[in-house]
């Protein structure tokens, strides 16, 4: 599609007084439409119009490979309306072109070049300079955007694959390169459907200085990273995606940004983005700058970028990081290294205040799309709606879920009957909030091994203990996320220099693990009790959760209609049980839907031959009973013939 460009013959801008007005108000939410650079026309001349936002700068100009990165040859002027914006038209460049700012500080002779925060592309790390781009692209997923609403209701099924895009697959005979953007777009697409999954989750494409950060230390809030192509190759990827019936959400980092020096840290020779104060400045986690949130324009822009990805890369939600660490002034800090609130509270009233406007904005402009928060804490009312004093978030990381049940699968089976509270607390809270139950990326670094390897025993305990928490986790309440390689029991740890294990797909073991979970979430998005009332308490019930001794838990999953329930149990320990009973709500025949021992996942055949009649034996508090066969470290799940 071809672009048409803005004529600013008789403004020379293209910022009125009420953007002016938004933006300082902190509720402009789309600057990138405004600030940045932007083909143009001015008196029948093409160019480009450059504005950024440098309110302590004294002058401000445009280099650039245009015109030999000579400082002063291309100056902004700054508006008279006091907004802190330098802007001006430079004709006869466009898009492609490489440009920094220069900004002499009106503070201390300070001068440096800075990238664009608007800037839409950027070059190939470790280049720094910002690129002139044209953002026009022909997307054909109309039909994906009319219905996506659909796929994303808290009554839906959610099961996400988690990515980091750049290690997902490599290119071994060309010096192991990652796949570009239009490579794993059909790639990716092929897999995804295969798998039965309903979403992808990318970790932060935003561009960013260190491949080692996964984009967590992002700079580019505008712009996906240019190591793996365009931003027409970004659109195409997710519009191929759409186009396959496959939802795209995308991490996004508001809570803090690296110091490098070409980007947004001390930008105007001032703290602009980041606090002033070295108490709220630095997060001593990530060792980045923590973005202040007090100012009207960094919320604007914040803001904008939220709406920006949603808007221009048709995202079907964000996965906000970090936001335990936005919420909490004493956030990784000890006593005196944190200045409270205006009440003396550890509350962070700025983020909490950004975080619901955010919300806010966005489902009022997409009301279709998920905001999803990664929050580790108790924090009560994460998503609840902003009206009744919530954060206004869709969905919310149960992080407490993670903790418990990994915990849990890592002990040796012969002490799981101490600690069965690992397993079963996590429904005592299960419906405060509408959950995603994340297995991600987190849990397979820095040492912590990958999930396969966490599992104790041998290596057919090992992968028989992972059908079995993968078997729990797809039957708990709350949507699903799997990181990448954990679909086929990888054993390495994740590295982002590396491929995943995709040679491990020649065993038939591994083969077996990939099919378990495609056919959980198959079954996951086929049975409405599985997904339907993840956020409602009637959609879940004990059978038992007493038999410690054995390791053994069962319960129902319930759907809205009365006949729509299954019955899972899971048998915690390497030994079958047989003829063990389970109650169950009403007699007929109860068939075998799913067991993780099943011969073609890698397992030992333990079964019940397709399924169980049930029989008028008082068990459970219930008038009718299963007399089961439980494979060892299994996960078997039942309905009720018809069903």
């Known amino acids: 599609m071809q672009q048409v460009l803005p004529d600013i013959t008789r403004t ?18 789309r600057l990138h439409d405004r600030l940045g650079s932007h083909p143009a026309v001015a008196d029948g001349a093409r160019g480009t119009l450059f504005a950024v936002w440098a309110p302590n700068a004294a002058e401000v100009s445009v280099i650039g490979d245009f015109n ?32 920094k700012y220069h900004i002499k500080s009106r503070y201390n002779s300070y001068s440096v070049d800075k990238g664009d925060p608007f800037a839409y592309f950027w070059e190939i790390p470790p280049k720094t300079a910002s690129v002139i781009w044209d953002l026009a692209y022909t997307w054909r997923d109309r039909g994906w955007m009319r219905c996506r609403e659909e796929e994303n209701t808290p009554d839906s099924p ?5 990515v980091h895009p750049g290690s997902w697959r490599k290119v071994p005979e060309e010096e192991n390169r990652s796949l570009n953007y239009r490579e794993l777009a059909t790639e990716l697409a092929d897999y995804l459907l295969e798998a039965g999954f309903t979403h992808v989750e990318f970790l932060p494409v935003m561009e960013h ?3 080692a950060s996964w984009g967590y230390q992002s700079l580019g809030y505008f712009a996906p990273t240019s190591r793996y192509g365009t931003p ?4 195409h990827l997710v519009d191929h995606l759409h186009q396959r019936g496959i939802g795209v959400l995308l991490d996004w980092v508001p809570s803090h940004f690296p110091s490098d020096g070409y980007g947004l840290s001390y930008f105007d020779g001032t703290h602009l983005y ?7 400045r630095y997060h001593p986690e990530w060792k980045s700058y923590i973005f202040n949130l007090a100012r009207d324009e960094v919320r604007s822009f914040l803001l904008s970028s939220a709406v920006f990805w949603l808007e221009r890369y048709h995202a079907d939600g964000l996965r906000v990081d970090a936001v335990s660490s936005m919420l909490y002034l004493d956030y990784a800090r000890s006593a005196g290294e944190w200045i409270p609130n205006v009440y003396g509270g550890r509350e962070n009233l700025e983020a909490i205040g950004f975080l619901r406007k955010v919300n806010d904005t966005v489902h009022a402009n997409f009301p279709d799309v998920l905001v999803i928060a990664e929050e580790a804490t108790s924090w009560p009312g994460v998503t609840a709606p902003t009206a009744t004093g919530g954060l206004g978030f869709d969905l919310k990381w149960n992080m407490g879920w993670m903790h418990d049940t990994l915990d849990y699968f890592v002990l040796d089976p012969v002490f799981r009957k101490y600690r069965p509270d690992l397993l079963t607390f996590s429904i005592w809270y299960a419906f405060r909030e509408r959950y995603i139950l994340p297995l991600s990326h987190d849990e397979v670094v820095h040492e912590k091994s990958s ?10 305990r090992k992968r028989a203990n992972l059908r079995l928490l993968y078997g729990y986790m797809f039957t708990h309440p709350g949507k699903k996320l799997l990181f990448m390689g954990g679909e086929f029991g990888q054993w390495s740890e ?20 990939l099919q378990w979970v495609t056919d959980l979430n198959h079954l996951y998005r086929r049975v409405p009790a599985l997904h339907e009332r993840d956020a409602d308490p009637e959609g879940f019930e004990w059978v038992d959760f007493s038999d410690v001794e054995k390791s053994i838990v069962s319960y129902l999953r319930r759907g809205l209609s009365a006949d729509d329930v299954v019955l899972v149990v899971c048998n915690c320990t390497p030994v079958p049980r047989y003829g063990y009973r389970v109650g169950v709500p009403f007699g007929g025949f109860w068939k075998e839907v799913l067991n993780s021992d099943a011969v073609e996942y890698g397992g030992s055949g333990v079964g019940n031959l397709g399924g169980v009649e049930a029989e008028r034996v008082l068990v459970h508090g219930r008038s009718w009973s299963l007399p089961l066969t439980l494979p060892p470290l299994g996960t078997v799940i039942f309905a009720p013939e018809g069903a």
Do not use: C
């Not at 914006?85 to 004709?91: A, K, L, T, V």
């Open 12 to 29: 020379g801008s293209l910022i009125t007084d009420y953007d002016v007005y938004l933006f300082r108000q902190g509720n402009h939410s």
């Open 158 to 162: 959610i099961s996400v694959y988690e």
């Open 494 to 513: 994740w590295s982002h220099d590396a491929g995943l294990e995709w040679d491990l797909l020649q065993y038939p073991p591994h083969r077996g693990i």
């Open 209 to 211: 200085p260190l491949y």
């Open 274 to 280: 980041e606090h002033a104060l070295p108490g709220q």
């Open 451 to 460: 999930l396969a390897g966490k599992m104790p025993g041998d290596e057919w």
């Open 68 to 99: 030999g990165w000579e400082r002063g040859l291309d100056p902004l002027h700054a508006r008279s309306d006091d907004s802190g914006i330098w802007e001006g038209f430079i004709p006869d460049i466009g898009h492609g072109m490489l440009y």
């Open 232 to 235: 027409q190759d970004f659109m």
